[in-house]
């Protein structure tokens, strides 16, 4: 993103926004001691072809804890994928 804002042609007010946004990542990085270079999404497969209208809608603790699990392994094989972990 900021490659992006880097090249666009910004209004002068745009612009200060832009460099107080600036200003206040560079303070977050250096108190948090990371900078985010890299932004993967990772979204949920679908478990199968067919949807019913109430399938999100189980919140049973089995269910939620093998979302998590689910999650987590999806997490941890992309972020190896990218040679982040």
Do not use: P
């Not at 478990?47 to 804890?65: G, K, L, P």
């Amino acid at each position: 993103m900021y490659k992006i804002l880097s090249t666009v042609n910004l209004d002068e007010k745009t612009k200060a926004t832009f460099k107080e946004i600036e200003k206040d990542y560079n303070n977050l990085a250096i108190e948090q001691g990371e900078i985010m270079d890299k932004i993967i999404h990772i979204q949920r497969r679908e478990r199968s072809d067919h949807h019913f209208i109430f399938e999100d809608a189980d919140f049973s603790i089995a269910t939620v804890r093998q979302g998590i699990k689910e999650g987590e392994e999806l997490a941890e094989a992309i972020l190896k994928e990218n040679k982040i972990i």
